[in-house]
């Protein structure tokens, strides 16, 4: 996905655990940078609108039951018939920056709700949307295809200028 | 008594001498043990795995372990094999690997990301003779390197293959393998550095008894997408890490022949000869002088008659 610099300096909305994004009917027709990851890799420009048109205006594509247009999981369905649109339709206002804190474990063990137990992370909920949808319709599928990596990501995958010299490979046992 | 005997004799009692201490040990660390009742675990759903290699980058850095051959972003390493054809294994440079299996009827490759499973009830440390290794109540199969001698008892006895050996050090290799993040993160109750890094949220953290009942709500609520099968929740006694699949463990490289008890009631037999060296060479010098001794007097007996 290539950066749409112009549109991104006027209108970025930042989804991150700092500041979560709150209103979602504002986000059509905007590019957000998504910088939940933005240690190891550059933030990620979304651009809203060409998604909704690749969803065939179907909000619930990724939003599942909270954008207005009903859910067609059958999992969803039985609770979310009829809930309408939710106050924020944001991935990060169900997702958590942090899923596994002492405190969300015991969200999750003690939820009423059965198909909330297995609600993932936020960046799990992104990557898990991106590329399921991705992989159906052909759309970018490699890591470096959306997010450039930063000298901190280098360093961590130990690639580009932090790549393992060639030749002292040693092998498997 | 003849040389026979006598031989028949001291073995058994070093047998029985090894078998008393095996009993022993076996009921302090394991026996009807069944793990910590709030101990902590992993549900990986194999599902979900890309193969992105992200959760072996940040096993490298949290655990501070040497620089890998090839870059994580270098996805050649999914052809490497070792010999005879067998996938990747964890090595002392790499606590967890991912491997990729080509399975016929799915459409796309599945990635398995594998690494110790932190056994309820562990044959590392149940065969462990020094006492290197602890579960402790969190979950996490650790060890204590300064006490290991570097014998690999525990390499055999580990029914996932799990622990390997540095030898960086010829004098006194040493025993290396995932410790569950213990040090840095599980001891605080934070989640492990790859279960934390996954994009795909792969793994999900939690109470092992919590995320047993998770993973047959998620086999229930979606039929025909997953193997009706939690890998790890009975298997070799329970293990802290369990895993989803949508295809047959066994066409993935899992072991589904490991029954349901722990590992140690099956190999008990094999790990008596590790204490039985040890014990046995005694008894059986007591019985070389016993029966030189026996000799010599028998022969000064005749020399009599
Ligand atoms: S998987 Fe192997 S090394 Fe890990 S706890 Fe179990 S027996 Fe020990
Ligand atoms: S739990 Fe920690 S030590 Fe084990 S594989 Fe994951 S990052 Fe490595
Ligand atoms: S980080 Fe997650 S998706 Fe990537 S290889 Fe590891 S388990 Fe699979």
Redesign the interface.
């Known amino acids: 996905m290539s950066l749409k610099r112009g549109k991104l300096i006027g209108l970025a909305a930042i989804i991150a655990m700092a500041s979560p994004f709150t209103q979602p009917l504002n986000a059509v027709g905007e590019v957000f940078e998504l910088s939940s990851?933005s240690n190891l890799y550059e933030g990620v420009s979304f651009d809203h609108d060409m998604h909704i048109e690749a969803a065939s205006d179907n909000c619930a594509a990724c939003h599942h039951h909270t954008a207005g247009t009903p859910t067609q999981d059958p999992?969803c369905i039985p609770c979310h018939k009829n809930s309408g649109e939710a106050e924020s339709a944001a991935c990060s206002s169900c997702h958590e920056a942090e899923?596994?804190t002492?405190a969300n474990?015991e969200k999750?063990?003690n939820t009423p709700y059965?198909?909330h137990?297995?609600k993932?992370?936020l960046?799990?909920?992104l990557?898990?949307n991106c590329?399921g949808c991705h992989?159906e319709v052909g759309g970018p599928?490699g890591?470096?295809d959306c997010h450039t990596m930063t000298d901190k990501g280098e360093k961590?995958?130990?690639?580009?200028k932090?790549?393992?010299k060639p030749g002292?490979?040693?092998?498997?046992? | 008594m003849n040389r026979r005997n006598f031989i028949k004799g001291s073995l058994a009692g070093g047998l029985a001498v090894a078998a008393t201490a095996k009993t022993e040990k076996a009921d302090a660390a394991a026996g009807t043990f069944g793990g910590y009742a709030d101990s902590m675990g992993v549900l990986v759903d194999l599902t979900k795995c890309v193969g992105c290699r992200t959760c072996e980058a940040a096993c490298n850095k949290e655990q501070g372990l040497p620089e890998p051959d090839k870059p994580f972003d270098d996805y050649s390493v999914f052809d490497e094999h070792r010999h005879g054809g067998l996938p990747r294994r964890t090595t002392e440079k790499e606590y967890t690997i991912v491997n990729r299996y080509e399975v016929e009827g799915r459409e796309k490759p599945l990635y398995r990301k594998f690494q110790c499973n932190h056994c309820n009830e562990p044959a590392c440390l149940t065969s462990c003779f020094v006492n290197a290794y602890t579960k402790t109540p969190e979950g996490a199969v650790i060890y204590n390197p300064k006490v290991c001698v570097g014998c690999r008892t525990c390499m055999i006895a580990c029914p996932f293959y799990v622990p390997t050996y540095s030898y960086s050090s010829a004098i006194n290799p040493v025993v290396k393998k995932c410790i569950m993040c213990y040090d840095t993160r599980l001891k605080f109750g934070r989640p492990p550095a790859c279960v934390e890094a996954c994009p795909q949220g792969v793994m999900t953290f939690g109470k092992r008894k919590d995320l047993i009942s998770l993973a047959h709500k998620m086999i229930d609520a979606k039929p025909g997408k997953y193997v009706n099968h939690v890998y790890g929740e009975t298997e070799v006694g329970g293990t802290s890490w369990m895993y989803l699949s949508d295809v047959p463990f066994e066409e993935i490289g899992f072991n589904t022949h490991l029954g349901p008890q722990p590992i140690i009631n099956y190999v008990k037999d094999f790990l008596a000869i590790v204490p039985m060296v040890l014990t046995i060479w005694p008894a059986l010098f007591t019985g070389f002088h016993l029966l030189a001794t026996r000799k010599q007097a028998n022969k000064d007996e005749s020399n009599k008659a």
Request: aromatic share 10%; glycine share 8%.
């Open positions: 990851l999992n899923p596994f002492s474990l999750t063990a059965l198909h137990k297995e993932p992370g960046m799990a909920a990557h898990q590329l992989s599928l890591c470096q961590y995958y130990n690639t580009g932090y790549a393992p002292k490979e040693t092998g498997h046992h």
